[in-house]
């Protein structure tokens, strides 16, 4: 690595540091409602459907899919 790699990217980051970060206002509130435990009990059955139920399903039949037919 040459002597003059560290000054030649500290000129191209240099700009760069001196940019404003625009921070962002978040600002959080208690909910309007309370979740039910039904809710939450059908949120977590379609998560389950949607996300675990095919990718075991795949992975079940995985020596399937390795076999060339």
Do not use: N
């Amino acid at each position: 690595m040459s002597v003059l790699t560290p000054l030649l990217l500290r000129g191209l980051t240099g700009p760069a540091r001196r940019l404003p970060v625009p921070r962002a206002q978040i600002h959080s509130k208690p909910p309007r409602e309370q979740l039910g435990t039904m809710d939450i009990a059908i949120g977590l059955t379609s998560c389950f459907l949607c996300f675990l139920l095919p990718s075991g399903w795949v992975l079940s039949h995985l020596d399937s899919y390795k076999k060339r037919e």
